[in-house]
């Protein structure tokens, strides 16, 4: 809403006019502060968030059978997982999905957000809506038997601030598929194959890629653990803290 936007322009430009010094989560989110804001880059650090441990012995659910029963879902899937907005490029992703061979199913997990209308009416338009299922109330004990039953994880968002499911899926061992914009390559790293995400042909062939090649989802898995490594709580409370000590050492 125009209010809304107002306000988070005031208060962010105020905020970021008066602050001693700024902590982001990307070095994306960085230029993008510089460039809206005009802010010296020196005032700004970047603290990457932290991954958390999703406990799986929490779930019940284990494997696909349990997974059909209480979510009505069918093996092979393509996951995607974030609420349904604009930024989230979801329509492009089942346009890409109806361009598949063989095609499996694709299941979006996620809340509504803002302008979802297309995005839900999105599997008709393609005719693929027999074959994408929407789930809004996946409950964080059950997310990650979704991850590690799915064929393939893909974000192929327009805009992330960082990108934490990213990192959720490689640490179950969901081969990964994402934009190559934004702050995504930074959550990423190697550990991903990477799209242009205004582009359905291309988007097409890394997920068919994935589909088709079984040493490339190993590999891609393989990666991804080694990227999910370098994020840890206990590393961003520790940087954040380093940036809060500077500040009060200056202004004592």
């Not at 125009?2 to 982001?24: E, F, H, M, R």
């Not at 999703?54 to 093996?75: A, Q």
């Not at 974000?155 to 499911?165: I, K």
């Not at 380093?242 to 004592?252: M, N, P, Q």
Request: glycine share 6%; proline share 5%.
């Amino acid at each position: 809403k125009k209010k809304d936007l107002y306000q988070l322009k005031l208060w962010g430009g105020y905020s970021i006019k008066k602050a001693k010094k700024i902590i982001t989560i990307s070095n994306s989110s960085k230029n993008d502060i510089i460039s809206m804001y005009k802010v010296n880059p020196e005032k700004i650090a970047v603290v990457y968030p932290g991954i958390k441990e999703l406990k799986t012995e929490n779930s019940k659910l284990k494997n696909m059978d349990e997974l059909k029963k209480k979510y009505g879902i069918s093996s092979p899937y393509i996951l995607f997982v974030g609420t349904l907005q604009p930024r989230k490029n979801i329509v492009r992703l089942i346009e890409a999905f109806s361009k598949l061979e063989n095609k499996p199913d694709l299941v979006v997990v996620g809340k509504k957000g803002w302008q979802f209308e297309d995005i839900l009416n999105a599997p008709k338009k393609y005719e693929v809506e027999d074959r994408v299922k929407f789930l809004d109330s996946v409950t964080d004990e059950d997310l990650p038997s979704f991850y590690k039953n799915a064929l393939c994880f893909c974000l192929p968002s327009l805009y992330e601030g960082f990108g934490l499911p990213v990192l959720e899926a490689m640490q179950y061992g969901c081969p990964v598929a994402i934009s190559n914009v934004s702050s995504l390559p930074e959550a990423g790293g190697d550990g991903a194959l990477y799209f242009n995400p205004e582009n359905v042909e291309e988007m097409t062939k890394s997920l068919q890629s994935l589909i088709n090649d079984e040493q490339l989802r190993m590999s891609l898995v393989k990666k991804g653990y080694e990227q999910v490594k370098k994020f840890s709580w206990e590393k961003t409370a520790k940087e954040t803290v380093k940036v809060l000590e500077e500040v009060g050492k200056k202004h004592e």
